[in-house]
């Protein structure tokens, strides 16, 4: 059985490789064996470093726009000139959007959203998942009908690609309905695309050994504040947020050949809240 997790030796591109979550995949294909890339357009190399030195194998970080068509192709060439391959990609990179807020108007309330942030979020979250699947994709495709090896895409979406955000939960205490904050509406059309990329990338490259797989994952602990956590918790049955290394059992089995008859699917790991 523990073969099926060995992941020795195969190279994993995981864009936002430098944030929460990213680095938390890195980590687990590192304990496997696999080699992380983590791809960001923030420096990640200290990361890269610390999680080589720590499992023994040689990950890297490489700064990458994936917002640009040139960027990302010379993403995959410098990963092929290092590596020699590439078997796994992670869709993970997002915008996080701090918009500041004027005395009168709340910009993430869906009145007032701006247009210039719906296109950099969408730009990060979606296209550069189209990008990367394109270009990294389409060589994995060929590398296996070229006689290589089976490769993974693996989307990243949320529990919010399943159900709305319950914007109760963002309610602050004495602010008018005007100004009261809300989930940005680019975070829920972001991770239900990538759902919906998901299923076509799935059934596109069925016959060219590709495998596309998403996990949509509840909120993670990172300190928020206890009102916004209490409030959270009371709709998860389990009546906690994930914490930071909760997925990676996820990420580990999804890229590797234990779920090598699974593809097209999201898989929901949220403490139950959709459930309810």
């Known amino acids: 059985m523990t073969q099926l997790f060995d992941l020795m030796g195969r190279v994993a591109a ?23 890339i983590l791809v960001d357009i923030a420096k990640a190399d200290r990361a890269a470093a610390e999680i080589a030195e720590r499992h023994g194998v040689p990950a890297a ?9 040139e960027s990302v192709r010379a993403l995959l060439a410098e990963i092929l000139q290092r590596f020699g391959r590439l078997d796994v990609l992670i ?19 869906l009145e007032n959203f701006p247009l210039d942030q719906w296109h950099a979020d969408i730009a990060v979250g979606l ?15 060929q590398a296996f009908r070229d ?20 914007q109760r939960i963002y309610r602050q205490p004495g602010l008018p309905d005007h100004l ?40 993670v602990f990172n300190g928020q504040p206890e009102a916004f956590v209490q409030k959270l ?4 049955p389990m009546g906690r947020m994930a914490c930071l290394n909760e997925y990676q059992g996820a990420v580990l089995f999804l890229v590797s050949d234990a779920s090598s008859y699974m593809t097209g699917h999201n898989l929901v790991i949220d403490g139950g809240r959709t459930a309810w």
């Open 127 to 141: 296209t550069g998942a189209l990008l990367c699947s394109q270009v990294l994709g389409s060589y994995m495709a």
């Open 14 to 36: 995981i864009t936002g490789g430098a944030g929460l979550l990213g680095r938390q995949h890195a980590e687990a294909i590192a304990s496997h064996g696999g080699i992380p």
């Open 233 to 236: 918790t009371n709709l998860i």
């Open 61 to 69: 970080a490489i700064q990458t726009d994936i917002t640009r068509p």
């Open 180 to 219: 009261q904050p809300a989930k940005p509406v680019t975070y829920s059309v972001v991770k239900s695309g990538l759902v919906g990329l998901t299923r076509y990338l799935a059934t596109y490259w069925a016959d060219s050994g590709v495998r596309v797989n998403a996990i949509s994952p509840g909120g």
């Open 147 to 166: 006689g290589g090896r089976r490769g993974v895409i693996l989307n990243i979406a949320s529990d919010l690609a399943v159900i709305a955000p319950d």
């Open 91 to 109: 869709n993970n990179a997002a915008n996080n959007p701090k918009m500041e807020n004027s005395s009168d108007v709340n910009f993430s309330r």
